[in-house]
């Protein structure tokens, strides 16, 4: 416990300390200092700033559940719950997810945590790629963002609940075994016998602990996003935007780069449409939310690095070949 303290301490500290930076940056001008801080400095702590306050609500949604799933989901339920046929696990997970309204900054704990209770690694990722992609709430963003027009976010959800079972599937025969980084401490038997309200205060001190976890790790990916963000070349790419191969892998870099919040994303990607074909488009929109960057950060501290790399690799060559077939359907 002294341990975990400490280490609360730390992270608090951390946290504390990148506010103020934030601060100086943000008032700078107000702060009557003598000299002036640099226009691209300004505009990536606005960016890391956008990034954060439009992350950590699902984040915090997320430890919730985590926690939840940590004190109140037994074994048993998850043995009564996935089926033990491989397929049909893997698509029983892509429609759980479609249902759930999760976003890929909260995600990442509540997959850790149903691994720890026995769901295995491809059931994880099928949830995983589809409750960001195509859950209630991100389809109604996608068809207000397009016009009222619901061929997009049709597309958005048949194609994304494609590839999502395409990935999860080719994971379970790729990856055999579990692929956290260390094992999860699960509640003892006992828990079932405390009292309701005691059980609630250990959901509560679980979610803490699972959000120090996510949250230093969510603030460097957010860092690092808004440093490709305002530095990335961006004029180059849009100068390729006629070759549809081009531009589709342009579309699903910028996804992957700009990390942004799948609930949010379809305004960007209709901005594009102008630019872009609507195969680029959809790559914009559906491998984004599947993992993006600072996602690919948080996972890389639950899980293997060879086994996070070989998901990227497989997620996103499965969209980009998919789309590549569909694109003169479309």
């Known amino acids: 416990m002294n341990r975990v303290f400490r280490s609360h301490i730390i992270d608090i500290t951390g946290i504390i300390l990148i506010a103020i930076l ?13 000299f002036d801080i640099p226009p691209s400095l ?11 306050i439009e992350a950590l609500p699902f984040v915090l949604i997320g430890v919730l559940i985590a926690g939840f799933i940590q004190i109140f989901i037994t074994e048993d339920h998850i043995k009564r719950w996935i089926p033990k046929n491989r397929t049909a696990a893997v698509v029983m997970s892509c429609v759980a997810g479609a249902l759930f309204p999760a976003c ?5 704990p509540i997959i850790r945590r149903l691994m720890s209770k026995g769901v295995p690694v491809y059931a994880a990722i099928g949830f995983m790629l589809t409750g960001p992609l195509i859950n209630p ?15 997009m976010a049709g597309l958005r959800m048949g194609l994304g609940f494609l590839i999502a079972i395409i990935v999860a599937f080719s994971v379970s025969i790729i990856f055999k075994s579990g692929q956290l980084k260390e094992s999860i401490h699960l509640p003892h038997s006992s828990e079932k016998n405390r009292s309701f309200l ?31 963000q305002v530095y990335m070349p961006a004029k180059t790419f849009l100068q390729s935007a006629d070759n549809p191969v081009v531009s589709l892998l342009i579309m699903m870099g910028f996804a992957y780069v700009l990390s942004l919040c799948s609930e949010a994303d379809a305004f960007i990607g209709a901005s594009f449409s102008s630019i872009f074909p609507k195969s680029s488009i959809l790559g914009f929109l559906i491998f984004g939310p599947m993992i993006d960057f600072k996602n690919t950060i948080m996972m890389l501290s639950v899980f293997r690095m060879k086994f996070v790399l070989g998901v990227l690799a497989l997620t996103a060559s499965v969209v980009f070949f998919t789309l590549l077939l569909v694109q003169n359907f479309i």
């Open 137 to 151: 709430i991100v389809i109604a963003s996608t068809y207000m963002a397009f016009g009222n027009d619901f061929e």
């Open 22 to 34: 934030v601060y100086f940056i943000s008032f700078s001008s107000g702060l009557g200092l003598s």
């Open 198 to 228: 005691d059980r609630v205060w250990s959901m509560l001190t679980h979610s803490i602990d699972e959000f120090f976890d996510m949250a230093k790790y969510l603030i460097i990916g957010a860092l690092l996003a808004s440093i490709v």
């Open 42 to 52: 300004l505009n990536l702590n606005v960016i890391f700033i956008s990034i954060l």
């Open 104 to 108: 890929e900054c909260g995600i990442v």
